[in-house]
């Protein structure tokens, strides 16, 4: 049995066919976790969707900003981007089973390997959130996206404030700030007030800002987060941090990283597996 942390595939299903090809990848033997844009910029989002839901458990999958936006997109709270994809789902048979199932996905995932914790989310965590507390707040969004309520939370999901997390934050404002550090976060000031105007490198950061994961005192960082959604940042592999999107969309690669946990207090083992991209779109079209 084989465990895999694979990045964003973004709706490029010939992609993850060929990666999972590659990997010799058995539902009946194998896990995989996407970490979230499962669809959108590629050309066949509607596959990739039916694919993993096919696989049952064999497949868990985060949500990430694109899969939001195609939430909000199918409950007429936004209009459809210039660079979306989405009309394969959207115009699909069975689009009530897709969109349905994708909403009831996570929006973090907590797993223990041997002695060590995987902690897996789309963008990011705040410095201030422990493992536990962001599993915690990611279930607080799951439970309205999984209730009647989902279409108001939509209209109420968009836009940058607050900027930093509080605990005295309640309703929409709690909610927005827990879905921006999972689905869109980049770069934090090391207070964890959080900037979403820079997508580059992290030799780009604004003044004052640094990676999330290079925040100072950060409470994960006993703990290994696993992230998609920084294609300027690519692979990145460290103890703590272990960043998967390697930009199949733009014509990189998509990548799966095999974990496997040792007997006897030993830490796990990984193996990075890439398969590279047909470019479907350009940055900056």
């Known amino acids: 049995m084989a465990l895999y942390l694979i990045g964003d595939v973004q709706g490029c299903d010939a992609a993850l066919q060929r990666l999972l090809d590659t990997l010799g990848f058995s539902p009946s033997r194998d896990t995989l976790f996407l970490l979230g844009d499962l669809v959108n910029r590629g050309p066949d989002s509607a596959a990739v969707l039916r694919r993993l839901m096919g696989y049952g458990n064999a497949a868990r999958c985060l949500l990430g900003n694109h ?11 936004r209009n459809p981007r210039r660079k979306d994809t989405l009309d394969g789902v959207l115009n699909a048979p069975d689009r009530q089973s897709l969109l349905h199932w994708l909403r009831h996905q996570p929006m973090a995932l907590l797993e223990t390997l ?15 959130w422990t493992a536990i507390k962001t599993i915690a707040l990611a279930q607080e969004v ?44 980049r770069f934090c000031t090391p207070d964890g007030a959080m900037e979403f105007d ?12 640094l990676p999330w994961f290079d925040a100072p005192n950060r409470q994960t960082a006993d703990t290994t987060v696993a992230f998609g959604h920084w294609s300027t940042l690519g ?29 006897d207090g030993k830490p796990w083992t990984t193996e ?5 991209c047909k470019q479907m779109q350009k940055p900056g079209d």
């Open 114 to 128: 041997g002695n060590q914790d995987l902690l897996m989310v789309h963008a990011g965590v705040l410095p201030a």
């Open 272 to 276: 990075l597996i890439q398969v590279p």
């Open 142 to 185: 799951e439970t309205v996206l999984q209730s009647a309520d989902a279409g108001d939370f939509f209209h109420a999901m968009y836009g940058n404030a607050p900027e930093s997390w509080s605990e005295a934050l309640t309703g929409t404002d709690r909610l927005r700030v827990v879905v921006n550090t999972l689905t869109r976060l």
């Open 235 to 263: 692979w990145l592999g460290r103890t703590d941090v272990l960043a998967m999107d390697t930009g199949c969309v733009w014509g990189g690669a998509l990548s799966a990283l095999r974990v496997e946990a040792q007997g």
């Open 67 to 77: 899969d939001l936006h195609l939430l909000a997109v199918a409950h007429g709270v």
């Open 198 to 209: 820079h997508s580059g490198s992290p030799a780009t950061a604004p003044s004052g800002y």
